[in-house]
């Protein structure tokens, strides 16, 4: 049953089709086009939309995938025939000047991309030349309303079809009325837009300066959306486009709208349509408009230039040519060719004579219309009928245009609006008038008008339909960011950051730009009469002016008056000249104002800001003017925070770790001191005061650790007239040393633990403790941080104790010195900060409580300190200033005392005479900076009074040390490469630490303190749980789960901690341990890292997904969680909590403490529980799953491990010994891991996969390459009728196969190679199993993604995990299966696995008879366009392939414009457009898109891509520094030749064999490099972003090949050239191309580049199809020097802007084609056969040798055992050497780290075969250490 639309809006249409099905909104379409007829039988039309055509759209906007967002989804417009449509004719009326455009004009393709479909083309007067639409051979059409009545024209049928209600909309155009004549006589609405504002690129020109595409419509609504869609500019392509201001006027008012109408009205006649004139003025003035009249003569005047001035002549310049041509008479209408003929006799003279007229006119026009929002005119006098018009063509034709000629002339907007019915029956319409960009605001007081007109009962055009809300407008359009607004500049307290910037705020301004003044200004400081200085800016000659700095904002219009109120004398607001020559409103100021006393002027300064900022810097004198911050890490970050704010240069010291430190970076100026452990450069005083020197340092701030206690640095300092922010060196002596302090303590009446002096001997400390009593601490005298301190609780531990502290003192602080006190048991350490003026005066700034430590370690800090008396608060207080005071202390100090609780008292403990590490929470409750004060009182300045005052304290704040340490390994150092870390905002951090720092092993642990501060100690403990809680760190394991853990605890809630109970307590981390890591045992996720596959990221993931997702649902897990993959081999796990597991794949012993335990069921593990996979025996991999998952970080989308990239999973590797990984807590904002979402249940028997022990039948779809163009069909039977073995080198990047040679049906790759197996570089599937030469290799999870090999088949999803399964020995047979049984196997597997029920297929039996055509189709949209083959690819890809088997870059257009428009359309099911050179593999989601719909698709967007040879693309020239021929280029060529192929033709030097075989020097393949620009046509062609590139001058394409076979080892960054291509290596990997030179590491893993964030939107890759590297010489150093900037992001890539015009290039090519044509016959022919026996000669003699060298690792003897390092650290010492017998637990090596020494024990006893490493060498975790027998 058909659907009537006749008269739908756009509103209607789209509801329908959101309502309807595809099908059912297709047919109403196709109903609605064939109930149309084109001229003669419907002269409205000129052509109609083929029903194919119609499809084509629809199946285009079907592909969208956010169709149903769309304004205009679905919906059916017409065009006036002068637009054009692609591949329907543009005719303009006259048949013999059709074409058929191949692209949209720029207002179709939008209104298509908006949803639009065109039904067809309208009649018009020939070339839109008239007013009356008789002027067209295609006859005339008639009016709507009237047979025997002209339309009006010239876009006659566009509105006839909106009348009759056929579209909602069509488009027009209106050079002088032919988009609003039409609509008045039609009761449509006609929207001339301001000239510019739509394009007309694809519009036939008529005037073409004056051109406008029109809009016609039945209602206001609609025609304000198409505005909004249509409304675009499009500079690049239309000389004349202009963009719609930021801030157009929407609303005329909101006062009083005042309206002028002609003082005289001719209307010729008529006596009908004045009346309704008359009654729609009278209602204008119902919308309370103040209405004059005024003389229209001016325009009138202007009118008459459009027919009798050069403007014609502009008609004619654009058909001159046509019309030279003699086109047939008949096709010619005679009265349009008279008028455009007529345009050839004018010439420049007269045209410059019209110019000077129009403006001298245009002059009294703006004077005639000063304070007039908008003119009300008929839209034509006379409705005439066609008889009349035939009569008097022109004179009928010039009496309509009346009011409309002159529009455009003048730039002026205007609306055509129904007025009424005259008693004919025939409308009338008035036209709003108004100037340029009021568009919007006409459609509003449309609005108001046709409501008072027509009572909310309008008939829409000549339909019998009734509106009575399509006249509304709809909201929001355009988008109101700053509607209404006035610009204002200012100049002074109003500015951003200033006193006054809240009035701003206050009426809701919005800040537009910072420019500044023309140069004809003065700025003055006025006298200031209260709190606020105030500016005045005054005009003056630019001789004597200047250039002053604004600020522009914008104001809402309502909001101005009120802002006005608060502006005091003497401003007022006037006018201020921008630099740019545009006028905006400012602050004025009254003459008085530069005249009155106390008047500055300020103009040097160039603006406000600077002048308040000299202000501010001559009020408070600086302390210093260069300070050195003798330190690192966070504390120097947090000093150098303060200098910025005092305005002090900061110096950084660095050592070689800490060369792209946080504080190296901030600094002003950093000094290297040249080396890398502490004692090399923090510690080394000769080398800091040299830099002091160097700098100009005039003070040097050490903070905390390194030489912050140093008495000798100190007294240096002070020798060398340079100030230490600190105490004297006396001071720190006596402070530093515990047996003086004491004494001082004693003396200043400070309460002391019993103790002694210094003790030089163990036997003298064996008596004193013995006096004492156990238990006592040895304390080192110069101690300090938790070092040199230990607790002895009997006499035999005491002299190992002893000499340890002596050791420790004498290493860490210089100084051996030893002292014994008594230890108070449950002792809480509270501190009071101190502050010393140096001349006897001291202040207490508050106590902190200190008691939560470890290891005599602080780990969390508060203030107050909790449950501490008032009275004892207060002599803590007291004591501490009298010890300060006593010794006329300078600068910072903390006193720490000793609190016995249950007795209420405290004892003296030690004064650290430095700034304490936990500083920062005293601040946040006195408010103070600390380090100011320091700095201050340093240089002697004075205080005020502070010293006399007591601070007050306001709330609580708490602090959280993060540690870089494993909590779960004793605490051990854990350094790294921070991956990710995120910080709460609204916590204070003092940190140092970001994304791509590097944690080094040399220095204390220390990543960051984590400060809160709130109303009291319950408040500050919910926000220190927060901001822990929301706390990320991965690359380095730190205490962030400790600190959660013993924040949370009832222990630190309820005030019950002491000094030692962080010993005892019972940490229970979420986590586990690996005590053996297997074979190869890595975390991944699924599905792994998708949608990268274009970039060169594999995805990774598990190779057998079925049993990998299984062991997730098996615990309940959602099915993203990280889970563990183990190969061959399982490892062992220690878990520190409760757990639930399951091990699923390949068979394998599973124990829990010893015990036996199932597969493929939940196992519950206590904590302390141990789990051992063992060895299996069936299959190739297992898979262990853990409930909640596993805590890694998501990297590019997934925690899936990519080993090769060093990337994802757990630090980017394999699993090793002594690992500890986190599971996920889903109630921790941190964690952004899924909960879990089923319970765990086990797997039943009839999903759990019987593994075979030796023969594999996989099913595989066939494709995408096959016979009869690659493969001989005999070949493709063989395949699958023999079977395949696993080769013994298959892994996770591919599983090799060994079986029959293929038989070729072409002799070579042509262009693409040597081989028949070569193909120009395209992307692979996932799956595919592809012919390196001869050799197939099954392309899986970590393979590559381009290459240059065909591919016979690909193994369907469903059944990949046997190839995850297979092992070497393995046979596989191959099946053949359909596309559809594919994906039912596939959904299959899906709904089992969410289900745990059904049934796992693995005995295929939906298998094809015989393999089939992998070719889906084939098409040539036409003759010049390339033959497109769509190629099966799998069962979720689609190969496009574009013309024939060469390099082309036309191809590679086309590739990206399809690309662009899937992007576009966000089509439907696609996952991703994965480039090629002349291809694109298209990845799909079945689920959303079947194969065949999306093939559908593809083709027709085939249809939309134009067939150009003049093309351009944006492209980015990126110049790259270049090494050539560097060490580490040549050492992997080396390194091929001693451990792959000793013997090769590119060997041992590949310059030398590139050079060779194209018969040139050495020095001109060094030239071209350095020459050459290489366009990039895909990424990824060996791995992660790198490069397929190809010189763009024919002349670089040298001969070659690719190594045979590859290496297995390439350096980072180096560029290799293969034949014709250019690729960079972006990581250590294996490779194939000839390798030429170095450059920087274009991989940018982390984003830390600029070029990332600027350039990549913060994406690692560097470059993108299409853009254009060169290379520069720089020497090996220079290139090391920039590979290191780079790895840390701070080397700046010269990146330029630009496009690639293809037209440009083959104009160039075409310059050289002589010597480009010479250059690529020289390479052809014999040579090209001399070059081919060359390589199968080689190769020859590969095969006879027995291929590639087998690299030989270390062989140790049966039953050996590996001892590997659990801790990462530089190391040590070996106690044991090679051949010494050891026992079980004994040390063999020692590895240093965060001034730990950690020992590496014997696991069990045995004979030393083998120590790997010598001393200085760096240990990572896992890494193997010694090996015993």
Same mark, same amino acid.
């Given at each position: 049953?058909?659907?009537?639309?006749?008269?739908w809006t756009i509103e209607k249409w789209v509801k329908f089709h959101q309502d309807s099905t595809p099908q059912e909104s297709f047919n109403t379409l196709l109903s609605v086009l064939r109930t149309q007829k084109p001229a003669p039988a419907d002269p409205a039309w000129i052509s109609l939309t083929s029903e194919e055509q119609l499809l084509h759209q629809w199946d285009i906007l079907q592909s969208k995938s956010h169709k149903e967002e769309l304004p205009l989804y679905g919906v059916p417009i017409a065009v006036k025939d002068n637009i054009d449509v692609k591949n329907l004719p543009t005719t303009a009326a006259c048949p013999s000047f059709a074409y058929t455009p191949t692209e949209d004009s720029t207002v179709v393709r939008l209104l298509k991309e908006a949803g639009a479909i065109v039904i067809g083309k309208t009649n018009l007067d020939q070339f839109a030349?008239?007013? *009356? %639409?008789?002027? #067209?051979?295609? @006859?005339?059409? =008639?009016?709507?309303? +009237?047979?025997?009545? /002209? $339309?009006?024209? !010239?876009?006659?049928?566009?509105?006839?079809?909106?009348?009759?209600?056929?579209?909602?909309?069509?488009?027009?155009?209106?050079?002088?009325?032919?988009?609003?004549?039409?609509?008045?006589?039609?009761?449509?609405?006609?929207?001339?837009?301001? *000239? %510019?504002?739509? #394009?007309?690129? @694809?519009?036939? =020109?008529?005037?073409? +300066?004056?051109?406008? /595409? $029109?809009?016609? !419509?039945?209602?206001?609504?609609?025609?304000?959306?198409?505005?909004?869609?249509?409304?675009?500019?499009?500079?690049?392509?239309?000389?004349?486009?202009?963009?719609?201001?930021?801030?157009?006027?929407?609303?005329?008012?909101?006062?009083?709208?005042?309206?002028?109408?002609?003082?005289?009205?001719?209307?010729?006649?008529?006596?009908?349509?004045?009346?309704?004139?008359?009654?729609?003025?009278?209602?204008?003035?119902?919308?309370?408009?103040?209405?004059?009249?005024?003389?229209?003569?001016?325009?009138?005047?202007?009118?008459?230039?459009?027919?009798?001035?050069?403007?014609?002549?502009?008609?004619?310049?654009?058909?001159?040519?046509?019309?030279?041509?003699?086109?047939?008479?008949?096709?010619?209408?005679?009265?349009?060719?008279?008028?455009?003929?007529?345009?050839?006799?004018?010439?420049?003279?007269?045209?410059?004579?019209?110019?000077?007229?129009?403006?001298?006119?245009?002059?009294?026009?703006?004077?005639?219309?000063?304070?007039?929002?908008?003119?009300?005119?008929?839209?034509?006098?006379?409705?005439?009928?066609?008889?009349?018009?035939?009569?008097?063509?022109?004179?009928?034709?010039?009496?309509?245009?009346?009011?409309?000629?002159?529009?455009?002339?003048?730039?002026?907007?205007?609306?055509?609006?129904?007025?009424?019915?005259?008693?004919?029956?025939?409308?009338?319409?008035?036209?709003?008038?108004?100037?340029?960009?009021?568009?919007?605001?006409?459609?509003?007081?449309?609005?108001?008008?046709?409501?008072?007109?027509?009572?909310?009962?309008?008939?829409?055009?000549?339909?019998?339909?009734?509106?009575?809300?399509?006249?509304?407008?709809?909201?929001?359009?355009?988008?109101?960011?700053?509607?209404?607004?006035?610009?204002?500049?200012?100049?002074?307290?109003?500015?951003?950051?200033?006193?006054?910037?809240?009035?701003?705020?206050?009426?809701?301004?919005?800040?537009?730009?910072?420019?500044?003044?023309?140069?004809?200004?003065?700025?003055?400081?006025?006298?200031?009469?209260?709190?606020?200085?105030?500016?005045?800016?005054?005009?003056?000659?630019?001789?004597?002016?200047?250039?002053?700095?604004?600020?522009?904002?914008?104001?809402?219009?309502?909001?101005?008056?009120?802002?006005?109120?608060?502006?005091?004398?003497?401003?007022?607001?006037?006018?201020?000249?921008?630099?740019?020559?545009?006028?905006?409103?400012?602050?004025?100021?009254?003459?008085?104002?530069?005249?009155?006393?106390?008047?500055?002027?300020?103009?040097?300064?160039?603006?406000?800001?600077?002048?308040?900022?000299?202000?501010?810097?001559?009020?408070?004198?600086?302390?210093?003017?260069?300070?050195?911050?003798?330190?690192?890490?966070?504390?120097?970050?947090?000093?150098?925070?303060?200098?910025?704010?005092?305005?002090?240069?900061?110096?950084?010291?660095?050592?070689?770790?800490?060369?792209?430190?946080?504080?190296?970076?901030?600094?002003?100026?950093?000094?290297?001191?040249?080396?890398?452990?502490?004692?090399?450069?923090?510690?080394?005083?000769?080398?800091?005061?040299?830099?002091?020197?160097?700098?100009?340092?005039?003070?040097?701030?050490?903070?905390?650790?390194?030489?912050?206690?140093?008495?000798?640095?100190?007294?240096?300092?002070?020798?060398?007239?340079?100030?230490?922010?600190?105490?004297?060196?006396?001071?720190?002596?006596?402070?530093?040393?515990?047996?003086?302090?004491?004494?001082?303590?004693?003396?200043?009446?400070?309460?002391?633990?019993?103790?002694?002096?210094?003790?030089?001997?163990?036997?003298?400390?064996?008596?004193?403790?013995?006096?004492?009593?156990?238990?006592?601490?040895?304390?080192?005298?110069?101690?300090?941080?938790?070092?040199?301190?230990?607790?002895?609780?009997?006499?035999?531990?005491?002299?190992?104790?002893?000499?340890?502290?002596?050791?420790?003192?004498?290493?860490?602080?210089?100084?051996?010195?030893?002292?014994?006190?008594?230890?108070?048991?449950?002792?809480?350490?509270?501190?009071?900060?101190?502050?010393?003026?140096?001349?006897?005066?001291?202040?207490?700034?508050?106590?902190?409580?200190?008691?939560?430590?470890?290891?005599?370690?602080?780990?969390?800090?508060?203030?107050?300190?909790?449950?501490?008396?008032?009275?004892?608060?207060?002599?803590?207080?007291?004591?501490?200033?009298?010890?300060?005071?006593?010794?006329?202390?300078?600068?910072?100090?903390?006193?720490?005392?000793?609190?016995?609780?249950?007795?209420?008292?405290?004892?003296?403990?030690?004064?650290?005479?430095?700034?304490?590490?936990?500083?920062?929470?005293?601040?946040?409750?006195?408010?103070?900076?600390?380090?100011?004060?320091?700095?201050?009182?340093?240089?002697?300045?004075?205080?005020?009074?502070?010293?006399?005052?007591?601070?007050?304290?306001?709330?609580?704040?708490?602090?959280?040390?993060?540690?870089?340490?494993?909590?779960?390994?004793?605490?051990?150092?854990?350094?790294?490469?921070?991956?990710?870390?995120?910080?709460?905002?609204?916590?204070?951090?003092?940190?140092?630490?970001?994304?791509?720092?590097?944690?080094?092993?040399?220095?204390?642990?220390?990543?960051?303190?984590?400060?809160?501060?709130?109303?009291?100690?319950?408040?500050?403990?919910?926000?220190?749980?927060?901001?822990?809680?929301?706390?990320?760190?991965?690359?380095?394991?730190?205490?962030?789960?400790?600190?959660?853990?013993?924040?949370?605890?009832?222990?630190?809630?309820?005030?019950?901690m002491h000094t030692k109970i962080l010993d005892t307590y019972d940490y229970k981390a979420k986590a586990f341990e690996i005590t053996s890591p297997g074979a190869y045992t890595t975390v991944q996720d699924y599905p792994g890292r998708t949608g990268f596959w274009r970039i060169g990221v594999p995805p990774s993931g598990p190779m057998d997904a079925y049993a990998f997702r299984l062991a997730n649902r098996i615990v309940g897990n959602h099915n993203k969680a990280p889970a563990i993959e183990i190969t061959l081999n399982g490892p062992s796990l220690l878990f520190h909590h409760d757990a639930i597991v399951s091990v699923t794949g390949g068979e394998a012993p599973v124990t829990v403490n010893g015990v036996a335990k199932q597969m493929w069921e939940p196992i519950v593990l206590k904590r302390g529980d141990k789990l051992a996979i063992g060895k299996l025996i069936?299959?190739?991999?297992?898979?262990?799953?853990?409930?909640?998952?596993?805590?890694?970080?998501?990297?590019?989308?997934?925690?899936?491990?990519?080993?090769?990239?060093?990337?994802?999973?757990?630090?980017?590797?394999?699993?090793?010994?002594?690992?500890?990984?986190?599971?996920?807590?889903?109630?921790?904002?941190?964690?952004?891991?899924?909960?879990?979402?089923?319970?765990?249940?086990?797997?039943?028997?009839?999903?759990?996969?019987?593994?075979?022990?030796?023969?594999?039948?996989?099913?595989?779809?066939?494709?995408?390459?096959?016979?009869?163009?690659?493969?001989?069909?005999?070949?493709?039977?063989?395949?699958?009728?023999?079977?395949?073995?696993?080769?013994?080198?298959?892994?996770?990047?591919?599983?090799?196969?060994?079986?029959?040679?293929?038989?070729?049906?072409?002799?070579?790759?042509?262009?693409?190679?040597?081989?028949?197996?070569?193909?120009?570089?395209?992307?692979?599937?996932?799956?595919?199993?592809?012919?390196?030469?001869?050799?197939?290799?099954?392309?899986?999870?970590?393979?590559?993604?381009?290459?240059?090999?065909?591919?016979?088949?690909?193994?369907?999803?469903?059944?990949?995990?046997?190839?995850?399964?297979?092992?070497?020995?393995?046979?596989?047979?191959?099946?053949?299966?359909?596309?559809?049984?594919?994906?039912?196997?596939?959904?299959?597997?899906?709904?089992?696995?969410?289900?745990?029920?059904?049934?796992?297929?693995?005995?295929?039996?939906?298998?094809?008879?015989?393999?089939?055509?992998?070719?889906?189709?084939?098409?040539?949209?036409?003759?010049?366009?390339?033959?497109?083959?769509?190629?099966?690819?799998?069962?979720?890809?689609?190969?496009?392939?574009?013309?024939?088997?060469?390099?082309?870059?036309?191809?590679?257009?086309?590739?990206?414009?399809?690309?662009?428009?899937?992007?576009?359309?966000?089509?439907?099911?696609?996952?991703?457009?994965?480039?090629?050179?002349?291809?694109?593999?298209?990845?799909?989601?079945?689920?959303?898109?079947?194969?065949?719909?999306?093939?559908?698709?593809?083709?027709?967007?085939?249809?939309?891509?134009?067939?150009?040879?003049?093309?351009?693309?944006?492209?980015?020239?990126?110049?790259?520094?270049?090494?050539?021929?560097?060490?580490?280029?040549?050492?992997?060529?080396?390194?091929?030749?001693?451990?792959?192929?000793?013997?090769?033709?590119?060997?041992?030097?590949?310059?030398?064999?590139?050079?060779?075989?194209?018969?040139?020097?050495?020095?001109?393949?060094?030239?071209?490099?350095?020459?050459?620009?290489?366009?990039?046509?895909?990424?990824?062609?060996?791995?992660?972003?790198?490069?397929?590139?190809?010189?763009?001058?024919?002349?670089?394409?040298?001969?070659?090949?690719?190594?045979?076979?590859?290496?297995?080892?390439?350096?980072?960054?180096?560029?290799?050239?293969?034949?014709?291509?250019?690729?960079?290596?972006?990581?250590?990997?294996?490779?194939?191309?000839?390798?030429?030179?170095?450059?920087?590491?274009?991989?940018?893993?982390?984003?830390?580049?600029?070029?990332?964030?600027?350039?990549?939107?913060?994406?690692?890759?560097?470059?993108?199809?299409?853009?254009?590297?060169?290379?520069?010489?720089?020497?090996?150093?220079e290139l090391d020097k920039f590979s290191e900037e780079a790895n840390h992001g701070h080397f700046k890539v010269d990146i330029v802007e630009s496009v690639f015009d293809h037209a440009k290039y083959l104009d160039w090519i075409q310059d050289n084609i002589d010597s480009i044509k010479t250059f690529v016959d020289s390479q052809s022919g014999e040579k090209k056969e001399e070059f081919s026996r060359l390589i199968q000669v080689a190769n020859e003699e590969l095969a006879q040798s027995g291929g590639a060298k087998v690299i030989e690792e270390d062989q140790f003897p049966e039953g050996a055992e590996l001892v590997y390092s659990e801790y990462s650290g530089r190391f040590w010492k070996s106690l044991v050497q090679v051949g010494d017998v050891v026992q079980e637990g004994q040390g063999l090596v020692v590895v240093e780290a965060m001034k730990t020494e950690m020992?590496?024990?014997?696991?069990?006893?045995?004979?030393?075969?083998?120590?790997?490493?010598?001393?200085?060498?760096?240990?990572?975790?896992?890494?193997?250490?010694?090996?015993?027998?």
């Amino acid at each position: 049953m058909s659907i009537n639309t006749i008269g739908w809006t756009i509103e209607k249409w789209v509801k329908f089709h959101q309502d309807s099905t595809p099908q059912e909104s297709f047919n109403t379409l196709l109903s609605v086009l064939r109930t149309q007829k084109p001229a003669p039988a419907d002269p409205a039309w000129i052509s109609l939309t083929s029903e194919e055509q119609l499809l084509h759209q629809w199946d285009i906007l079907q592909s969208k995938s956010h169709k149903e967002e769309l304004p205009l989804y679905g919906v059916p417009i017409a065009v006036k025939d002068n637009i054009d449509v692609k591949n329907l004719p543009t005719t303009a009326a006259c048949p013999s000047f059709a074409y058929t455009p191949t692209e949209d004009s720029t207002v179709v393709r939008l209104l298509k991309e908006a949803g639009a479909i065109v039904i067809g083309k309208t009649n018009l007067d020939q070339f839109a030349t008239g007013l *009356v %639409g008789t002027r #067209s051979p295609y @006859g005339i059409t =008639p009016n709507s309303f +009237s047979s025997k009545h /002209v $339309s009006g024209g !010239s876009s006659a049928g566009s509105a006839s079809v909106v009348a009759r209600g056929i579209v909602p909309v069509s488009l027009g155009t209106d050079t002088a009325g032919s988009g609003r004549v039409p609509a008045g006589l039609n009761n449509l609405i006609g929207l001339k837009p301001t *000239v %510019g504002v739509f #394009s007309t690129k @694809g519009v036939v =020109p008529a005037c073409h +300066s004056l051109d406008c /595409v $029109s809009i016609f !419509s039945l209602t206001l609504e609609d025609a304000q959306l198409t505005f909004n869609i249509m409304a675009q500019p499009d500079f690049e392509n239309d000389e004349y486009s202009r963009a719609m201001p930021l801030n157009p006027l929407q609303k005329f008012g909101p006062s009083q709208v005042n309206i002028a109408i002609p003082t005289k009205l001719e209307w010729f006649g008529e006596e009908e349509n004045p009346k309704i004139f008359n009654k729609a003025i009278e209602n204008l003035g119902k919308t309370g408009s103040n209405i004059v009249s005024i003389d229209f003569q001016p325009l009138l005047d202007l009118a008459k230039c459009l027919y009798e001035g050069p403007w014609v002549a502009e008609r004619y310049t654009a058909l001159k040519d046509f019309y030279a041509t003699n086109p047939p008479v008949e096709t010619l209408d005679p009265t349009v060719t008279t008028i455009v003929k007529g345009g050839a006799k004018f010439d420049a003279a007269t045209a410059f004579t019209y110019e000077y007229k129009r403006q001298g006119i245009l002059q009294k026009v703006r004077k005639a219309l000063k304070g007039v929002d908008l003119l009300v005119v008929p839209t034509s006098p006379l409705n005439p009928t066609i008889a009349e018009v035939l009569a008097e063509p022109i004179l009928i034709n010039s009496r309509q245009g009346t009011w409309t000629n002159f529009v455009n002339l003048a730039d002026m907007s205007a609306l055509s609006i129904p007025a009424g019915f005259r008693p004919d029956g025939l409308p009338f319409g008035i036209t709003l008038i108004s100037e340029k960009f009021n568009d919007y605001a006409l459609l509003e007081f449309a609005n108001r008008f046709l409501k008072i007109s027509f009572s909310n009962q309008r008939s829409l055009g000549a339909t019998k339909t009734i509106s009575s809300l399509g006249d509304e407008l709809l909201p929001n359009i355009p988008k109101p960011d700053l509607k209404n607004s006035v610009k204002l500049a200012v100049v002074g307290a109003h500015l951003t950051g200033m006193e006054l910037n809240w009035q701003l705020q206050k009426v809701n301004a919005t800040l537009l730009s910072a420019p500044k003044t023309s140069k004809k200004y003065r700025l003055y400081a006025l006298p200031t009469a209260g709190p606020i200085a105030k500016p005045g800016l005054r005009r003056v000659s630019e001789e004597i002016g200047s250039h002053i700095q604004l600020e522009v904002y914008s104001i809402p219009k309502e909001k101005f008056g009120d802002f006005i109120e608060m502006v005091p004398e003497p401003l007022g607001i006037g006018s201020v000249e921008l630099e740019t020559g545009e006028w905006v409103k400012s602050f004025i100021c009254e003459e008085f104002g530069y005249t009155q006393q106390g008047t500055k002027d300020i103009t040097e300064f160039g603006g406000w800001k600077s002048y308040i900022k000299s202000i501010e810097s001559q009020a408070s004198k600086k302390p210093f003017n260069v300070v050195l911050v003798a330190n690192r890490g966070e504390i120097a970050v947090r000093i150098i925070k303060t200098l910025k704010k005092l305005k002090v240069k900061s110096v950084a010291i660095y050592s070689e770790p800490d060369k792209y430190a946080k504080h190296v970076l901030m600094a002003d100026t950093a000094v290297p001191l040249h080396g890398v452990s502490a004692a090399e450069t923090y510690l080394s005083i000769d080398k800091i005061v040299k830099a002091c020197k160097e700098t100009g340092a005039e003070a040097v701030i050490p903070g905390y650790g390194f030489l912050s206690e140093n008495a000798d640095f100190s007294d240096r300092l002070a020798k060398e007239g340079i100030i230490f922010v600190g105490p004297s060196g006396d001071a720190i002596r006596k402070l530093g040393l515990k047996h003086s302090a004491r004494e001082i303590a004693k003396n200043a009446g400070v309460p002391l633990v019993p103790g002694s002096g210094l003790v030089s001997t163990a036997a003298e400390a064996k008596e004193i403790a013995a006096s004492l009593q156990y238990p006592v601490m040895i304390k080192s005298t110069a101690g300090g941080g938790g070092i040199g301190l230990q607790k002895v609780d009997k006499e035999e531990d005491l002299e190992k104790a002893f000499n340890t502290v002596k050791h420790q003192g004498k290493i860490y602080f210089g100084d051996e010195g030893v002292f014994l006190e008594r230890f108070v048991d449950k002792a809480r350490h509270v501190e009071v900060q101190i502050l010393g003026d140096g001349f006897g005066k001291a202040i207490a700034l508050g106590e902190r409580d200190c008691s939560l430590q470890r290891r005599n370690q602080k780990i969390i800090e508060e203030t107050p300190a909790p449950n501490l008396p008032v009275s004892i608060r207060k002599e803590m207080r007291k004591a501490a200033e009298q010890l300060i005071s006593s010794m006329n202390y300078k600068c910072a100090a903390t006193v720490e005392y000793i609190y016995d609780e249950r007795r209420q008292a405290f004892y003296f403990l030690e004064v650290n005479s430095r700034l304490q590490v936990e500083h920062p929470i005293t601040e946040a409750v006195t408010g103070l900076d600390i380090i100011e004060k320091m700095i201050y009182i340093s240089a002697n300045l004075p205080q005020g009074d502070f010293f006399e005052t007591e601070v007050e304290v306001s709330g609580a704040s708490m602090e959280a040390r993060l540690y870089a340490e494993n909590p779960v390994k004793d605490f051990m150092p854990s350094p790294g490469q921070i991956t990710e870390v995120k910080f709460p905002e609204w916590a204070r951090i003092d940190g140092w630490v970001e994304k791509g720092t590097v944690v080094s092993a040399e220095y204390d642990p220390t990543l960051a303190k984590i400060i809160v501060h709130g109303r009291d100690r319950a408040d500050a403990l919910n926000k220190l749980r927060r901001a822990l809680n929301e706390t990320v760190v991965y690359g380095c394991i730190t205490n962030i789960d400790y600190l959660r853990s013993v924040a949370n605890s009832e222990m630190f809630e309820n005030v019950k901690m002491h000094t030692k109970i962080l010993d005892t307590y019972d940490y229970k981390a979420k986590a586990f341990e690996i005590t053996s890591p297997g074979a190869y045992t890595t975390v991944q996720d699924y599905p792994g890292r998708t949608g990268f596959w274009r970039i060169g990221v594999p995805p990774s993931g598990p190779m057998d997904a079925y049993a990998f997702r299984l062991a997730n649902r098996i615990v309940g897990n959602h099915n993203k969680a990280p889970a563990i993959e183990i190969t061959l081999n399982g490892p062992s796990l220690l878990f520190h909590h409760d757990a639930i597991v399951s091990v699923t794949g390949g068979e394998a012993p599973v124990t829990v403490n010893g015990v036996a335990k199932q597969m493929w069921e939940p196992i519950v593990l206590k904590r302390g529980d141990k789990l051992a996979i063992g060895k299996l025996i069936s299959g190739c991999r297992s898979y262990l799953a853990i409930r909640d998952g596993i805590d890694v970080t998501e990297y590019l989308g997934s925690r899936s491990t990519f080993a090769l990239g060093n990337l994802g999973g757990y630090n980017g590797r394999v699993l090793k010994l002594g690992d500890v990984l986190f599971l996920g807590d889903p109630s921790l904002p941190a964690c952004t891991l899924p909960s879990p979402t089923h319970a765990p249940q086990a797997a039943p028997k009839s999903l759990i996969p019987e593994y075979p022990s030796k023969k594999w039948t996989v099913g595989v779809t066939c494709g995408p390459h096959g016979a009869p163009d690659l493969f001989k069909q005999e070949s493709i039977e063989e395949f699958f009728s023999e079977t395949w073995k696993v080769h013994y080198n298959s892994n996770r990047f591919g599983v090799r196969l060994i079986g029959p040679k293929p038989k070729w049906a072409r002799a070579n790759g042509g262009e693409a190679g040597l081989h028949p197996s070569n193909a120009h570089d395209y992307v692979y599937s996932l799956g595919a199993i592809n012919f390196t030469g001869d050799e197939p290799v099954i392309l899986t999870c970590d393979g590559p993604s381009l290459g240059g090999f065909v591919c016979q088949a690909v193994v369907s999803q469903a059944e990949m995990w046997k190839i995850g399964q297979v092992k070497p020995g393995d046979v596989i047979q191959f099946v053949p299966i359909s596309y559809d049984s594919a994906r039912l196997l596939q959904e299959a597997q899906d709904t089992n696995i969410e289900r745990l029920t059904g049934e796992l297929t693995q005995n295929l039996t939906n298998v094809l008879a015989k393999p089939q055509d992998p070719v889906l189709d084939r098409i040539k949209v036409s003759e010049s366009a390339p033959e497109v083959t769509y190629r099966q690819a799998g069962d979720r890809y689609i190969l496009v392939e574009y013309g024939e088997n060469v390099m082309d870059l036309n191809l590679s257009y086309r590739v990206h414009k399809l690309i662009e428009l899937v992007s576009f359309n966000k089509t439907v099911g696609i996952v991703e457009m994965s480039q090629g050179v002349r291809s694109v593999l298209v990845e799909f989601d079945g689920y959303k898109i079947s194969q065949k719909m999306l093939l559908k698709t593809l083709i027709a967007y085939e249809k939309e891509i134009p067939v150009v040879n003049k093309w351009s693309v944006p492209s980015r020239v990126i110049k790259l520094p270049m090494a050539f021929e560097d060490k580490k280029t040549l050492d992997a060529v080396k390194r091929y030749q001693e451990t792959i192929r000793s013997n090769a033709p590119w060997l041992p030097n590949n310059v030398d064999f590139i050079a060779s075989v194209n018969g040139i020097e050495r020095s001109d393949v060094k030239d071209m490099l350095y020459s050459a620009r290489f366009l990039v046509l895909g990424l990824g062609d060996v791995f992660l972003g790198a490069p397929c590139a190809v010189p763009l001058d024919p002349r670089h394409r040298f001969l070659g090949t690719k190594y045979n076979p590859s290496r297995t080892f390439t350096p980072n960054g180096t560029v290799g050239i293969g034949g014709m291509y250019m690729c960079i290596y972006t990581m250590e990997s294996p490779g194939g191309y000839q390798l030429v030179g170095r450059t920087i590491p274009i991989w940018d893993k982390l984003s830390l580049g600029e070029h990332s964030k600027e350039f990549s939107n913060n994406q690692p890759w560097l470059l993108t199809p299409f853009d254009q590297v060169e290379f520069y010489p720089v020497s090996e150093e220079e290139l090391d020097k920039f590979s290191e900037e780079a790895n840390h992001g701070h080397f700046k890539v010269d990146i330029v802007e630009s496009v690639f015009d293809h037209a440009k290039y083959l104009d160039w090519i075409q310059d050289n084609i002589d010597s480009i044509k010479t250059f690529v016959d020289s390479q052809s022919g014999e040579k090209k056969e001399e070059f081919s026996r060359l390589i199968q000669v080689a190769n020859e003699e590969l095969a006879q040798s027995g291929g590639a060298k087998v690299i030989e690792e270390d062989q140790f003897p049966e039953g050996a055992e590996l001892v590997y390092s659990e801790y990462s650290g530089r190391f040590w010492k070996s106690l044991v050497q090679v051949g010494d017998v050891v026992q079980e637990g004994q040390g063999l090596v020692v590895v240093e780290a965060m001034k730990t020494e950690m020992v590496v024990n014997a696991p069990k006893s045995g004979k030393v075969i083998k120590i790997v490493h010598v001393n200085g060498d760096m240990v990572e975790a896992g890494d193997l250490v010694a090996v015993i027998h």
